[in-house]
């Protein structure tokens, strides 16, 4: 099993999405039929591991993709989650979403700091918006 870090977000993720929505793991199974196979992409006891932290590895691209399809959110919006829980990233955003950057131990960043680098993010890539 891949050494688990103490973050959940992927994890609360999922439990808040299926607590919001009533969803089943098996609703989640159907949601991920392979058109091409007709075979579900990710079984019921994956997303019984995923939800409690028992994945033998972690999620790849493709489980990451289906998992979205599944809970009927955006790919980044999960991608996002799990960069947080199994490698302690963060997704960082410039003001105007142009420029993303993937930043560690953001959460130990003070509101200030967190705006002092989306500012050198728009200052480094400037926006066609901006003249650039």
């Known amino acids: 099993m891949p050494e688990q870090s103490a973050r959940t977000d992927l ?6 999405h299926r607590q919001r929505t009533g969803l089943s793991l098996r ?4 949601r991920t039929i392979d058109p091409e196979t007709g075979a579900p992409a990710l079984v ?3 997303f019984q591991k ?11 691209r493709r489980q990451l993709h289906w998992l979205a399809v599944a ?22 955003e410039s ?25 050198l993010m728009d200052i480094a890539f400037p926006s066609s918006a901006d003249g650039a």
């Open 11 to 16: 994890v609360d993720l999922i439990k808040a």
């Open 27 to 30: 609703d989640m199974e159907q």
């Open 95 to 119: 003001d105007d979403g142009q420029v993303r950057s993937l930043v560690q131990r953001v959460e130990r960043m003070t509101t200030e700091e967190r705006d002092r680098l989306r500012q």
């Open 50 to 60: 995923i939800e409690v932290g028992t994945l033998a590895k972690h999620p790849t």
């Open 44 to 46: 019921k006891t994956w």
């Open 71 to 92: 809970l009927d959110l955006p790919y980044r919006t999960v991608a996002n989650a799990a960069a947080a829980q199994y490698y302690d990233v963060e997704n960082v």
